[in-house]
C-alpha cells in the first residue's frame, strides 16, 4: 500500500516563494509519474505539474510555467513543487499523486492511483 504525505503549505503574501513536498511510503518512488494538482473551493481540480520518471521529463499548467518547478529525489522517494512569485490565483489545496510504473508525465488526475491528503497553500495580495 503506497501512501503520500503532502507538507509545505502555508499562508504566504503575493511574490512569496513555498516549496511542497510529497513523501511516498511503502514502495520505492523509481519507476513512477508524479503529479501536483491543486483545487480551490468551488472549483475543479486542475494539473499543476507533472514528472515522468524516465528522463525527468515534466509538464506544467500555463498559469505556472516559469514559476513553478517539480522535481523528484528517487533516493528519498519524495517529490517537490517549488513555487515561486505565489499569486492569490494560486490558492488551493495543492494533491500529489502517483501513477505506478509509468515512465512519462501524466495530467488527467483520473490516471493516478495514488493521492495524498492535500496541502493548504493560501496566498494574500
Known amino acids: 500500500q503506497v501512501q503520500l504525505e503532502e507538507s509545505g503549505g502555508g499562508l504566504v503574501q503575493a511574490g512569496d516563494s513555498l516549496r511542497l513536498s510529497c513523501v511516498a511510503s511503502?514502495?520505492?518512488?523509481?519507476?513512477?509519474?508524479m503529479g501536483w494538482f491543486r483545487q480551490a473551493p468551488g472549483k475543479e481540480r486542475e494539473f499543476v505539474a507533472g514528472i515522468g520518471w524516465r528522463l525527468g521529463s515534466t509538464k506544467y499548467n500555463d498559469s505556472v510555467k516559469g514559476r513553478f518547478t517539480i522535481s523528484r529525489d528517487n533516493a528519498k522517494s519524495t517529490g517537490y513543487l517549488q513555487m515561486n512569485d505565489l499569486r492569490p490565483e494560486d490558492s488551493a489545496v495543492y494533491f500529489c499523486a502517483v501513477r505506478l510504473n509509468f515512465e512519462v508525465v501524466v495530467t488527467s488526475g483520473s490516471l493516478y492511483d495514488y493521492w495524498g491528503q492535500g496541502t493548504q497553500v493560501t496566498v494574500s495580495s
Open positions: 511503502g514502495r520505492t518512488f523509481l519507476r513512477d509519474a
